[in-house]
């Protein structure tokens, strides 16, 4: 499927140019979406003539389903001569760690441009964090099961898996392009047959996903009709830096809800394929109804009705960020500071998604806003104001509208060099708006005190009171 990608480097014709001209996106975006949309015809294929029959059949079939990309062939065969030379594991874990993310980020600064790039780097960025993950995995399965965590058992490797089987999990066709991550091991019991079963005798997956694959043109409707209105560049510009402080606020709010969208569309779009492929089969709720959710990448219920940063973090991009927490954030617990080890994986994650400056300052106000978040919160719940006799509906129902206006116009504004890329643009950006949530935030020690003596006395914390996670200590980061 690579050739879409690099097909995009010179303009196309006829019904792609249509396209784009017609819905306002690049022609690159275009053949991203037709590639997403093509992993279901080939889930079907191979739901119906391979899924019983023999894993190789099912491997060779995901490699002819992609495209044997220069890079990815390069990135794999080294991976797989690690395996064959017999290095040690742990050798092997922190090579590939090293060459798999070098090789990615020079990707990055041979062809990373001004805008958002739709070229090979953006389905090598997704074998990136796969290739990393099996070398773990090996890695793991050397390990004495008391020496792993519950969640290391279920990815452990007892064995090398060979070089047929990488291929057909880093070619696998639903997730390819975007994502979503998962461990070899649920793929190779995928092939196995271990649950066929369930997909095959059954139209519930099809019918789950393609609710999914639907639910993600409502949001590509929206960004399009968004942007017709709202361009991506409109913040930059001085019709934008012109209008009241206020609606500035709001806008940025809009905006980055409306640019948001194209993201949960793309990520809806794989979920479904993969669900519709068998593959996010996920057990049986205790009731005994089967689990669709193994590729789960938005909660979109959570996500659109949260109200903290925490919150939304939480359900946003979630296989992602389980890698992150697994493969960097979790393995850094000998630093033995959560804080240093939740900054290091926000810095992982920056240098994967590239070399712009708006992803490191993307994730760095994440790791502001989280961490005084999450701060503010545990001294709120332990107040006078975060008592029940505060939480009446009267109350309850004004403070959520707020909340979530706020949690939008601020967490726009994190993103919103994300969004820009280039320094100029999201400085521009922020400048208009005075740099209102780096003030807030950042003088949050200054007047922390003063907040807490108004809320009141500290009380006594319920034994069954939540406390405030840290997204990334106890659940994801994106």
Known sequence: MDWWFEASRSKGTGIISSLSEVTGSSEAGIRLLLTLLLTYPSAFLHRKFLAKKEAELQHIFFILCGKDAIHSVVCIWVLHLNFLLGIPAVY???FQFTFQMFYLLAGYYFTESDTYDIKWTMPHCVLTLRLIGIAFDVYDGTKKPEELSPEQKIRALKQTPSLLEILGHAYFPSSFVVGPQFPIRRYLEYTSRAYSHIFLDE??????????????????????????????????????????FYIKLLLIGLWGKLNMSKYLACWLLAEGSCIVS????????????????????????????????????RCFNINTNAWVASYVYKRLKWLKQKMVSHACALLFLA????????????????????????????????????????????????????????????????????????????????????????????????????????MGRMAHKDKDEPAVLNGLAHSHSH
């Open 278 to 313: 068998g593959l996010a089969y996920n057990g049986k709720t205790p009731d005994g109804k089967n689990k669709w959710n193994g590729t789960c990448n938005i909660e979109l219920i959570p996500f659109e009705t949260a109200t903290q940063f925490s919150d939304m973090i």
């Open 92 to 94: 092997t874990v922190a």
């Open 351 to 454: 240098f994967w998604h590239g070399l712009h400056s708006g992803y490191y300052v993307t994730f760095l106000n994440e790791f502001i806003v989280i961490n005084v978040e999450r701060d503010f919160y545990e001294m709120y719940d332990r107040s006078k104001w975060g008592q029940k006799p505060w939480r009446s509906l009267w109350v309850k129902v004004p403070c959520i509208m707020l909340k979530t206006v706020w949690l939008w116009c601020g967490l726009s504004y994190c993103v919103v060099p994300f969004l820009l890329f280039k320094t100029w643009k999201w400085v521009t950006v922020y400048s208009g708006v005075y740099w209102y949530i780096h003030i807030i935030f950042i003088l949050y020690p200054l007047y922390r005190g003063q907040l807490k003596k108004a």
């Open 203 to 244: 139209n519930e997956c099809v019918r789950v996903g393609i609710i999914r694959g639907l639910l993600a043109f409502l949001y590509l409707g929206l960004h399009f009709l968004g942007v017709l209105y709202i361009p991506t560049d409109h913040v930059t510009t001085s019709a934008f830096t012109e209008k009241p």
